[in-house]
């Protein structure tokens, strides 16, 4: 069965902090991993991921792929209030055109 | 471009209703999706439509039927709503191959007494 884990369940950080998300996934025939945001509403994009070890960045958000060991990191540096949200992890396989997505890691950032 | 839109915002009904929430997307993509999340639960797939014409199950299709009307739409359908089918849906979409994101709507949060 796939399945899409991703730890811890929640974090709370004080600003300034850097915090790591992990994502981790079992599935048959993986094409990509994508990471989102959700503050409330509808998830936002934020990276997606094909190949081991080239590092995506985004200002203070980084993401790595590790295709060898099935595991993603999303990294955030220098944490503001504003990354208080839900992070979920996906996975997207190369058969059919299905997204599965982990339960997410809820952030909060404490000023 | 609005991107997609899914009405409505909200829904309370009554055990044993039914209603449609629609959803339509402008990005001519051609894959759409139907999720529900609940609380310590993620996004769960309920149904997909790779393609006009074309709809499949995903993880939890039991009481929803879907209608790919046309490319831009995909309506989701409760026949007799039940308590448990108390979360909130989004409606997703994306281009297909696996180099392309999805991009979701702003949901439905849908309330069964």
């Known amino acids: 069965e796939d399945k899409v884990v991703q730890s811890p369940l929640s974090l709370v950080v004080h600003e300034g902090d850097t915090v790591t998300l992990n994502c981790s996934y079992e599935?048959?025939?993986?094409?990509?991993l994508l990471w989102y945001k959700q503050e409330k509403k509808a998830p936002t994009f934020l990276f997606m991921l094909t190949s081991s070890g080239i590092e995506k960045k985004s200002g203070r958000l980084s993401s790595i792929l590790d295709k060898k060991e099935l595991f993603s990191i999303l990294n955030i540096t220098a944490t503001q209030t504003g990354d208080s949200a839900v992070y979920l992890c996906a996975v997207r396989l190369n058969t059919g055109n299905q997204f599965y997505f982990g339960t997410g890691t809820s952030l909060t950032v404490i000023p | 471009n609005a991107g997609v839109t899914q009405t409505p915002k909200f829904q309370v009904l009554k055990t044993g209703q039914s209603m449609t929430l629609q959803c339509a997307q402008d990005m001519n993509h051609n894959s759409m999706y139907w999720y529900r999340q609940d609380p310590g639960m993620g996004l769960r797939l309920i149904y997909y439509?790779?393609?006009?014409?074309?709809?499949d199950k995903g993880e939890v299709p039991n009481g929803y039927n879907v209608s790919r009307l046309n490319k831009r739409e995909f309506s989701l359908r409760l026949e007799s709503a039940a308590p448990s089918q108390t979360s909130v849906y989004f409606c997703?979409?994306?281009?297909?191959?696996?180099?392309?994101?999805?991009?979701f709507g702003p949901g439905t949060r849908l309330t069964v007494t």
């Open positions: 439509s790779a393609s006009e014409g074309t709809t």
């Open positions: 599935v048959t025939n993986f094409r990509s």
């Open positions: 997703a979409s994306s281009e297909v191959g696996g180099a392309y994101e999805q991009y």
